[in-house]
């Protein structure tokens, strides 16, 4: 089942993703601290944390939105980060907060879509994401194409939301995600249907062993997942 931000409204998963996050974008950096707590903070850089033994020095951060997860791969001190997205008004703030934190040198802000890459195959040393994968409109093909751009050895660190499956935490993430987040976030953003379809992805997400299946399937190596706070969130590595 495909999951819409706007169910009443035409138009491809792409295009309503895209309208979404356009939306919500002057408040997403705000609700996106606020209602995970500062988690989401720490789990960013546990994710990046992943790959200093890598020592990348060209990154892709696909889905990049505001660029949080590009600023907290400087860490890394690569030569470069592109961040891409599909949502103009995302990358608008993107680009205001690299400006603002001086970081616009080395972080690369720019419209792209996770299904059709326009870099070149083997060009970047990793290839990172964070709650991006859940939104693609093609899951399988998009996973393919940031394969495609890793170089040979390269490896791939995506962070993606998850559903805790024991009690009780499960029954709380439930009450919370279901009623408390569409509720403040459609309070703080006005965008009712963007903090409603949040859950719902979540909900219909392949997560864990069957998030690696897929990445075995497309040819992926050394596939690992490390579920994080009781299993709210993963992070999935592997290498090309």
Known sequence: MTVLPYKDKEGSKKEQVAEMFNSISKRYDFLNHFLSMGIDILWRKKAISLLKADKPKLILDVA???GDLAIESLKLNPD???GVDISEGMLEMGRAKMKRLGYDHK???TMGDSEQLLF???KFDAVVVAFGVRNFQNLEKGLEDMRRVLKDGGKVVILEF???TAFPMKQLYSFYSNAILPLIGKMVSKDSSAYTYLPESVQEFPFGDDFLAILDKLGFKETKCIPL????SSIYT???
């Open 120 to 122: 070149d195959d083997n």
């Open 107 to 109: 972080i690369e802000m």
């Open 64 to 66: 990049t939105g505001t």
């Open 238 to 240: 592997a290498v090309k």
């Open 162 to 164: 998850s559903n805790p």
């Open 80 to 82: 470069k980060v592109i």
């Open 229 to 232: 706070t009781f299993g709210i």
